[in-house]
Each structure stands twice: as C-alpha cells, then as structure tokens.
C-alpha cells in the first residue's frame, strides 16, 4: 500500500462541521459531493499529501447515522492509496482478511474503493482506494 490517502471523520452536519475544520486544518474544504448509493454527503480537505473527509448521513438510516447512534461523532475509518485495487484485494484475501465489499464501487472523489472488514482489522475500519482515470 502507498501512503494514507485520507482520515474519515463521520459528522451530525456538514454545514457546522465544514467551518470548524477549515478553521482546525487552516485550509478551505475544497470539494463536497454527495454519494447517494453510499448514503452520504462528504466534504474534503487538503492537508499535506493526504486528505481529511468529512462524512454526514443522507438520511436517519445510512451507515453514518447508524455508526453515530452507536459512537457519536468521530474517526470513522482510514484509507489507504493503492496502486491496483484488484491486486491488493487478492493478496489480502489470501492473508485471510475479511472485506465489506470485495468487488471494487465507485466512491467519492473519483476512487475506486472497497472496505475491509473491522472484526478482521483490530477493529479499525479500513478503506482501499485507487484514483479512477480522469472522466
Ligand atoms: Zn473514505
């Protein structure tokens, strides 16, 4: 795996959350895109070579309002950048690792990403992406 590409914070509100951030990180939120299939509206940071996003739930049964009901506010998962998302998936689920998804969807910020499983990671919620082609 390549560097952290991004840390995920799930957040009651984009629109309270998007000006302490910028605040926080000194720097201005410079994408927000909504993922419908995914339930979720995110909003991006630039902070050195990997990123902040900000996860709020579309609605109250999305997996950001489930995982907010169940911990509050807070760290939500890491993501790792990849060189070839399918590759990575193979040797990782021959080491034995679980996944969300193990067949690659298209995420925000034009990534194809996948999920390993936290009961197969510490607990940790962790995220594979690679950057999609420029559309
Ligand atoms: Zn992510």
């Known amino acids: 795996m390549n560097k952290i590409e991004h840390i995920a914070f799930a957040v009651n509100s984009l629109e309270a959350s998007i000006p302490l951030f910028e605040k926080l990180l000194g720097t201005a939120c410079y994408k927000t895109e909504t993922v419908e299939s995914e339930k979720v509206s995110t909003a991006f940071f630039k902070t050195g070579e990997s990123k902040v996003e ?5 609605g109250k049964d999305g997996v950001i309002a489930k995982f907010i009901q169940k911990n ?5 998962h890491v993501a790792f950048a990849v060189e070839n998302i399918e590759e990575e998936i193979a040797r990782l689920k021959a080491d034995g690792f679980a996944f969300v998804n193990e067949v690659p969807k298209i995420g925000a910020d034009n990534k194809l990403i996948c999920f390993l499983h936290p009961k197969s990671t510490n607990g940790i919620l962790i995220e594979l992406c690679q950057e999609r082609p420029q559309p």
């Open 54 to 58: 900000l996860l709020e739930s579309l």
């Open 72 to 76: 509050g506010e807070g760290m939500h």
